[in-house]
């Protein structure tokens, strides 16, 4: 993610902001993030040490005041997001106001899927062992209970979708099992089928053969196919290809530094 500087505003130490993996240098990049990723700015975003960074770095001191005598006094509020787009002054009143409706509707939405909204906001950002514990505290005994069969199997198949993406496939295996529980969708079973052909270990429970047949997983493997042939042909393989077709000296740099970017962005994930 980058942003566009228009102001100049010298700053000794920019303030990082982990979830997006981005340094803000400016009040204007403050105000992008807050209008643009409202679901990860709604909970704690403005602290303490944002005010200092307000402080500090933006030289904001009255500012940083304002907010460090509300968070004594009444605590993190949405009224925060809204008195720094103000102060800041980079959005227009009407751009404000819009905001302002957004924030309205998104806690207007009931407790569960406003959680399920946030999580599925991290998992857009690929963080997807934050996500995970985000969609199972949705599921914690006596909270659970009141949920809809459906609701329950959508987070379960995005719980599977994010240990997938962890490469922990017995734990997807898993959710997937407690998704077709919830509701007997097909997608569970083609999801399920999928893990065993990438991963040989794993197999799927007797009781499934049943509900199977061989004309649809026949598909299933022609569209897994399909999918391995794209994959050999994405921008990633076809760069490895590129920097071991270069000297030794260039390719070991280059190798050592898209391996170090791979640790990084999974790192990330974790």
């Given at each position: 993610?980058?942003?566009?500087?228009?102001?100049?505003?010298?700053v000794?130490?920019?303030?990082?902001?982990?979830?997006?993996g981005?340094?803000?240098?400016?009040?204007?990049?403050?105000?992008?993030?807050?209008?643009?990723?409202?679901?990860?700015?709604?909970?704690?975003?403005?602290?303490?040490?944002?005010?200092?960074?307000?402080?500090?770095?933006?030289?904001?001191?009255?500012?940083?005041?304002?907010?460090?005598?509300?968070?004594?006094?009444?605590?993190?509020?949405?009224?925060?997001?809204?008195?720094?787009?103000?102060?800041?002054?980079?959005?227009?009143?009407?751009?404000?106001?819009?905001?302002?409706?957004?924030?309205?509707?998104?806690?207007?939405?009931?407790?569960?899927?406003?959680?399920?909204?946030?999580?599925d906001?991290?998992?857009?950002?690929?963080?997807?062992?934050?996500?995970?514990?985000?969609?199972?505290?949705?599921?914690e005994?006596?909270?659970?209970?009141?949920?809809?069969?459906?609701?329950?199997?959508?987070?379960?198949?995005?719980?599977?979708?994010?240990?997938?993406?962890?490469?922990?496939?017995?734990?997807?295996?898993?959710?997937?099992?407690?998704?077709?529980?919830?509701?007997?969708?097909?997608?569970?079973?083609?999801?399920?089928?999928?893990?065993?052909?990438?991963?040989?270990?794993?197999?799927?429970?007797?009781?499934?053969?049943?509900?199977?047949?061989?004309?649809?997983?026949?598909?299933?493997?022609?569209e897994?196919?399909?999918?391995?042939?794209?994959?050999?042909?994405?921008?990633?393989?076809?760069?490895?290809?590129?920097?071991?077709?270069?000297?030794?000296?260039?390719?070991?740099?280059?190798?050592?530094?898209?391996?170090?970017?791979?640790?990084?962005?999974?790192?990330?994930?974790?």
């Amino acid at each position: 993610m980058s942003l566009l500087l228009c102001r100049q505003e010298p700053v000794p130490s920019p303030y990082f902001i982990e979830e997006l993996g981005i340094h803000i240098y400016s009040s204007q990049e403050l105000c992008y993030v807050i209008y643009h990723h409202p679901l990860l700015v709604m909970e704690d975003f403005v602290n303490q040490n944002l005010a200092e960074f307000l402080r500090t770095g933006l030289c904001m001191p009255f500012l940083a005041e304002r907010i460090e005598k509300w968070l004594d006094s009444r605590g993190p509020s949405d009224e925060l997001l809204f008195l720094i787009l103000s102060e800041c002054a980079y959005y227009t009143p009407q751009e404000q106001a819009r905001y302002r409706q957004t924030i309205s509707n998104l806690r207007k939405l009931p407790e569960d899927e406003y959680a399920k909204r946030r999580a599925d906001y991290y998992y857009s950002l690929n963080l997807f062992g934050k996500a995970v514990s985000m969609y199972e505290k949705i599921l914690e005994p006596g909270r659970g209970s009141r949920l809809s069969g459906d609701f329950k199997s959508r987070i379960w198949n995005n719980i599977a979708a994010c240990y997938a993406k962890l490469f922990c496939y017995q734990k997807a295996m898993y959710a997937y099992d407690c998704a077709w529980n919830e509701k007997n969708d097909r997608i569970y079973l083609k999801r399920m089928y999928f893990l065993t052909r990438l991963e040989p270990e794993l197999t799927m429970k007797e009781r499934y053969s049943e509900v199977l047949n061989k004309e649809e997983t026949k598909q299933w493997d022609e569209e897994l196919e399909a999918i391995r042939k794209e994959a050999e042909e994405a921008s990633a393989v076809t760069r490895i290809r590129q920097i071991f077709e270069k000297d030794p000296i260039k390719r070991l740099a280059e190798a050592g530094e898209l391996v170090n970017n791979w640790k990084y962005q999974y790192r990330k994930m974790i």
